[in-house]
Structure formats: C-alpha cells, structure tokens
C-alpha cells in the first residue's frame, strides 16, 4: 500500500524557518519524480517545488525561489522541504506527490494528506 506521510509543519512568524518532510513507503520512491504542493482559500493548488529520482536536478515555482530548498534521501525514502524567510502568503496545508517527470501532474494515489503551515505577520 502506497503511503506519503508529512510533518513539520506549524506556526511560525513572519520571516521564520520550517523543514516539513514527506515519508514515502510501500512502493519504489526512488524511482519517482516528487513534488510539494500547497493548497490555501486564496491561491488553491499549486506546484511550490519539484525533484527528479536523482535529487540533483528540482524546480520551484517563483513565489518561493531563492527562499524554499527542496531535497530528498532516497535511502530514507524521505523528501524535505527546507522554508526559510516565511510570508504570510505562504501559509497554506502543504502535501507531497508523486508526479510525473517534467510536469505537474501527480500521479493517482500517489500523495499525502497534507500539513499545516501558518505564517503570521
């Protein structure tokens, strides 16, 4: 059974710092091409940051370049999502996918049920 599991998310101040992480298991993830996304009233869904099987190679979304480092440790079958220099603008419920390679389209079943974030001015 294919599970994505994520934590680190809370509240934090604007300009703080959080590192949420996505725990893959029950399938080959380091095969897969992974992603965060957020969901918020406001801004709906949408892509923050994507990695390919390597690790080396990612891609973010403009909002948060320069300020969110995504990586993984496929040892671990863990993806992180490094938050620094947090905006209100940011706070959302933020999942992890997997995605197909290239895109952001998440592949069925292949994500977490989300964690929480919120950012306070």
């Known amino acids: 059974q294919v599970r994505l599991v994520e934590s680190g998310g809370g509240s934090v101040q604007t300009g703080g710092s959080l590192t949420l992480s996505c725990a893959a298991s029950?399938?080959?993830?380091?095969?897969?091409?992974m992603a965060w996304f957020r969901q918020s009233p406001g801004r709906g869904h949408e892509g923050v940051a994507r990695i390919k099987p390597g690790g080396t190679i990612t891609y973010y979304a403009d909002s948060v370049k320069g300020r969110f480092t995504i990586s993984r440790d496929n040892a671990k079958n863990t993806m992180y999502l490094q938050m620094n220099n947090l905006k209100p603008e940011d706070t959302a419920i933020y999942y992890c996918?997997?995605?197909?390679?290239?895109?952001?389209?998440?592949?069925?079943?292949?994500r977490g049920q989300g964690t929480q974030v919120t950012v306070s001015s």
């Open positions: 029950g399938y080959t993830y380091s095969s897969d091409c």
């Open positions: 996918a997997a995605i197909y390679c290239g895109s952001w389209s998440k592949k069925d079943n292949y």
